[in-house]
């Protein structure tokens, strides 16, 4: 391509998943209503966590970070969305692109390595319960904490400045609802094998790393709960895992699912709409599945707002 046929732009086109004109205001409500969900039940998380001192341990000082970490991973790209179709307009400015990219990157890592950090929690805690308050020290999980923030701030800064590498043609139209990388390096006209090898290379190191610490911690897990000799220590230790393991699940399977069968199906818009799996869905689910069977929780919750357990 010369350099003459590529340009600077200054605004792109988000498709989303639909241009009937009918379905704009179904589609309106169902995500107000997700994304509603979504910040009031995090927000119930962190209000439990902080309010109640008998839930002032590593595991929900774990959870409240990443509660507060999905109600900023969905309004990265849910309310954009929702000014789109209240105003009939599809446009999102350069720069506004380049910083959705940025935060989404950014807490995406933030979830990744929470889980991964909280999947280590729990191997500490059922197979070496004597030393937990030794090993998990508030100061370590502050620690554990900060490190996420300072890698996930750096891989996202990385993606973004690769993303300022890349020029554009005439077709401005982004078939998603979010400026995502990928759809963003398969609009540009420049070169893109070093974006497309760092992004790959990356995604590996920071996906593959922390999800074989997520697999050895429950293998570990599943080692130790198995030597157990009382079978209520057994459901005690594999019931503070099961919300977890859930999230984790979730997590995993639907952002995976998206991003292996993006190739095969050579379609943008149905690869737009699984990705509300992880992007919506997975946090708006998140509160149910760890406050639905903790009682700790739900305790915390009913103190919170006045009512007698």
């Not at 990443?66 to 109600?71: E, N, P, R, T």
């Not at 890698?151 to 590498?165: E, F, K, N, P």
């Not at 020029?167 to 982004?174: E, T």
């Not at 709409?273 to 149910?288: D, E, G, I, Q, R």
């Amino acid at each position: 391509m010369k350099p003459e046929n590529l340009t600077r732009v200054s605004e792109f086109v988000l498709l989303g998943f639909s241009e009937e004109p009918d379905l704009q205001p179904l589609l309106f409500g169902l995500f107000l209503s997700m994304y509603l969900i979504t910040v009031f039940g995090n927000l119930l998380i962190v209000l439990a966590v902080s309010s109640d001192s008998h839930l002032h341990t590593p595991m929900y000082f774990f959870l409240s970070n990443l509660s507060f970490v999905d109600i900023c991973f969905t309004s990265t790209t849910v309310p954009k969305m929702l000014v789109n179709i209240q105003t009939q307009s599809k446009v999102i400015t350069y720069e506004g692109c380049i910083t959705q990219m940025y935060f989404f990157i950014l807490f995406v890592m933030l979830d990744n390595l929470l889980l991964t950090v909280m999947a280590y929690d729990r191997f500490v805690a059922i197979c070496h319960p004597l030393h937990y308050t030794v090993i998990m020290h508030p100061r370590v999980c502050g620690l554990l904490v900060l490190v996420s923030w300072i890698m996930s701030v750096l891989i996202s800064l990385l993606y973004s400045l690769m993303a300022l590498r890349l020029s554009f043609c005439a077709d401005l139209q982004v078939p998603h609802f979010f400026c995502e990388l990928n759809q963003m390096i398969q609009l540009a006209c420049s070169d893109t094998f070093l974006n497309t090898l760092v992004m790959y290379f990356v995604a590996v190191l920071v996906g593959g790393g922390p999800l074989t610490g997520i697999l050895w911690s429950y293998y570990k897990i599943v080692s130790c709960i198995r030597v157990m000799s009382s079978a209520q220590g057994k459901y005690k230790a594999f019931s503070t895992c099961a919300s977890h393991l859930s999230v984790v699940s979730l997590f995993y399977l639907t952002s995976l699912g998206v991003y292996l069968s993006s190739p095969a199906t050579h379609n943008a818009r149905s690869s737009a709409t699984a990705s509300v799996l992880y992007t919506v869905v997975t946090p708006m689910l998140n509160p149910f599945i760890y406050s639905l069977r903790n009682k700790d929780i739900k305790g915390a919750l009913k103190r919170s707002f006045g009512m007698t357990a």
